[in-house]
């Protein structure tokens, strides 16, 4: 098949939307790039069902709107655009004009604000994090100095070469 006649995927997020959950008090913002506006609403009913019964889903905060069988499910508006990035940043930005919604994450960060929350949280949990890194550490000692045995085995001859290369490029360019 010659490029010219390869099919192009279509876009999905050309159907794109946001939405809000209504219900038990409490408001929901989310999005979707579904063709069919009320797939979403069903999975989110389906998914509360599926948590109640027999915990086959995890927890969602859109369960607290879900609680009692009064839910509205309304459009807040289509939003066709080109990627992902681009329909949670209007997620986002419906998030704050509704700021009593139960959403528990954003569902948009700048690289800035999100270096700021990883770097938050690092310090929040350094304990914590560091005795999990402790403790794979010691489980998985014999199999990690295994794996290194054998990598450096695998590739003696070109870390070898790279050293004499790396030697050579040095004293030229201090002799220069």
């Given at each position: 098949?010659?490029?010219?006649?390869?099919?192009?995927?279509?876009?999905?997020?050309?159907?794109g939307?946001?939405?809000?959950?209504?219900?038990?008090?409490?408001?929901?913002?989310?999005?979707?790039?579904s063709?069919?506006?009320?797939?979403?609403?069903?999975?989110?009913?389906?998914?509360?069902?599926?948590?109640?019964?027999d915990?086959?889903?995890?927890?969602?905060?859109?369960?607290?709107?879900?609680?009692?069988?009064?839910?509205?499910?309304?459009?807040?508006?289509?939003?066709?655009?080109?990627?992902?990035?681009?329909?949670?940043?209007?997620?986002?930005?419906?998030?704050?004009?509704?700021?009593?919604?139960?959403?528990?994450?954003?569902?948009?960060?700048?690289?800035?604000?999100?270096?700021?929350?990883?770097?938050?949280?690092?310090?929040?949990?350094?304990?914590?994090?560091?005795?999990?890194?402790?403790?794979?550490?010691?489980?998985?000692?014999?199999?990690?100095?295994?794996?290194?045995?054998?990598?450096?085995?695998?590739?003696?001859?070109?870390?070898?070469?790279?050293?004499?290369?790396?030697?050579?490029?040095?004293?030229?360019?201090?002799?220069?």
């Open positions: 098949m010659s490029v010219a006649t390869q099919e192009i995927p279509e876009n999905k997020y050309k159907y939307f946001i939405y809000k959950l209504e219900g038990n008090g409490k408001t929901y913002i989310g999005s979707s790039a063709k069919n506006k009320n797939v979403r609403f069903y999975n989110h009913q389906r998914d509360f069902r599926n948590y109640q019964k915990n086959t889903c995890s927890y969602l905060s859109s369960f607290e709107c879900l609680i009692d069988n009064k839910v509205r499910y309304t459009i807040l508006e289509d939003w066709p655009c080109n990627n992902r990035r681009e329909l949670v940043e209007r997620e986002q930005y419906w998030m704050c004009q509704i700021p009593d919604n139960c959403n528990i994450r954003k569902s948009y960060r700048s690289q800035e604000e999100a270096k700021e929350y990883i770097h938050n949280y690092y310090l929040e949990n350094k304990e914590k994090l560091l005795a999990r890194q402790s403790d794979y550490y010691q489980a998985n000692r014999e199999s990690r100095n295994t794996k290194q045995k054998d990598y450096y085995q695998a590739n003696k001859q070109s870390r070898i070469d790279y050293q004499k290369q790396y030697y050579k490029a040095k004293k030229e360019a201090l002799t220069n």
